[in-house]
């Protein structure tokens, strides 16, 4: 069974790629420009890359000049990497607020400067190169998110989060960008900068995304099932989507349950499913009495060779209760990853072993 490619649910890797000549400002002649700068995609695939809609390139061109298109014989545009880096770092601008009439003729070292990613620019001899460092980078995806989040803007959320995952690895994504946009949005709102309808509009978002990718991804009968959920009094649910979406590029199933389950509900999953393993996460509040209550049914319900792992910020807090009944605590989500791909291969060996068995008999 192969492990998923972490970056495996991206459409088209988007990368902010800069040339050249694009360093030297933007203004570079036509001629120059197709001698170092490919001019290969239609406008589809920009809109798709960008963010943008085909609409808003076509307006941008015609009344900012932001890119010059090349035509082909029929009429039709051809962008460039190029094209395609500056209209992302204008969307982004223009998604943290900028006016696209005062920043349509920026430079594009400007523009990185504009939305905070003033990063070290490789230099090079080839022609597409990655401007930016990681973390500047995801400071400035960061920024853009909580921007459109301020703007009640959910489908500009969306798009910079879709540009995002596809810029980085899966586990940079859910880590260095999900978990701490989730993070200051709830410090944004506890200080009073975000209204709970800031906080809403954002977990819907985060949830669809997340949702769909731990559940929507290439499911096959031998891989093994994972039922994850909250339990019942824990409404929080993003960590245990992250959670799902990393358990599924390591090659499991998931069946996703949601938030704040009562144990039988989790215990008739998983036996329907034949789990092979169960996830629980646990934020807030980190002084139910009941909880130990609600695990111990979980544990008795389940088959005992079923491993049980809890995560989240408010685990520690039962961890009496979590050793009580042999579940595991887990800390971060690279042990989290260590330990599914222990258990599927203890897994497999069985497997391989019931097989050989069976040859022999
Ligand atoms: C979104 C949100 C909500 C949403 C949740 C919606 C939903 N569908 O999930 C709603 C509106 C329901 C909500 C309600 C409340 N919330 Co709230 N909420 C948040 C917020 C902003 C984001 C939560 C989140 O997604 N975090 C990001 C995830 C990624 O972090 P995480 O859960 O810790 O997960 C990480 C790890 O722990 C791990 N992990 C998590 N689970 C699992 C599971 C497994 C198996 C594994 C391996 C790993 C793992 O993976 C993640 C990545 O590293 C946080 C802010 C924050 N700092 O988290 C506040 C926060 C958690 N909420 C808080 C509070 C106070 C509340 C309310 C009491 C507010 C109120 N006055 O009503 C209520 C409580 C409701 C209830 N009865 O539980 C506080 C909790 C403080 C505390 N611990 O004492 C926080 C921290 C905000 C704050 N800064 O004050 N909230």
């Known amino acids: 069974m192969k492990k998923r490619d972490h970056s495996r649910f991206s459409l088209q890797l988007l990368r902010i ?13 036509i001629r120059e420009r197709l001698m170092t700068d490919k001019h290969k995609y239609g406008i589809k695939t920009v809109a798709i890359q960008t963010g943008l809609t085909q609409f808003i390139i076509r307006a941008w061109e015609r009344r900012y000049d932001v890119v010059t298109p090349l035509r082909t014989e029929t009429n039709r545009r051809l962008y460039s990497d190029t094209d395609i880096s500056r209209l992302t770092l204008l969307r982004l601008a223009t998604e943290a607020g900028h006016s696209i009439g005062r920043i349509a003729k920026l430079p594009t070292k400007k523009l990185q400067e504009l939305i905070g990613t003033k990063g070290t620019v490789a230099e090079f ?14 400071r400035f995806y960061i920024a853009s ?3 459109a989040v301020k703007q ?4 500009a959320l969306e798009s910079t989060l879709f540009a995002a995952s596809v810029a980085f690895s899966q586990p940079v994504f859910l880590e260095k960008l999900i978990a701490p946009m989730m993070q200051e949005i709830g410090n944004q709102w506890r200080a009073g900068t975000l209204r709970i309808a800031h906080e809403h509009l954002a977990t819907a978002v985060v949830r669809t995304l997340l949702g769909n990718i731990c559940q929507g991804s290439d499911i096959s009968a031998s891989m093994p099932n994972l039922v994850l959920a909250t339990p019942r009094g824990q409404l ?4 245990a989507l992250i959670a799902g979406t990393t358990a599924a ?8 349950l949601g938030p704040n389950l009562p144990a039988e509900e989790i215990v008739g999953c998983a036996a329907q499913n034949e789990a092979k393993a169960i996830g629980l996460s646990i934020v807030y509040p980190t002084d139910d009495p009941h909880l130990a209550n609600e695990l111990q049914k979980l544990r008795r319900g389940i088959q005992e060779h079923v491993p049980l792992f809890v995560g989240g910020a408010g685990a520690l807090a039962y961890d009496r209760a979590i050793r009580a009944i042999g579940a595991v605590r887990i800390n971060d989500m690279p042990t989290f990853r260590t330990e599914l791909e222990a258990l599927r291969a203890q897994q497999n060996g069985s497997l391989e072993r019931v097989r050989g068995d069976k040859t022999v008999d």
């Open 152 to 155: 009640f803007q959910p489908q």
């Open 17 to 29: 790629n800069v040339d050249r000549a694009a360093l030297k400002g933007y203004g570079t002649p």
């Open 145 to 147: 998110c909580i921007a």
């Open 236 to 239: 929080h649910e993003i960590g």
């Open 125 to 138: 001899s080839g022609i597409a190169k990655e401007v930016v460092s990681q973390e500047a980078s995801l």
């Open 249 to 256: 590029s390591e090659g499991w199933q998931v069946t996703y």
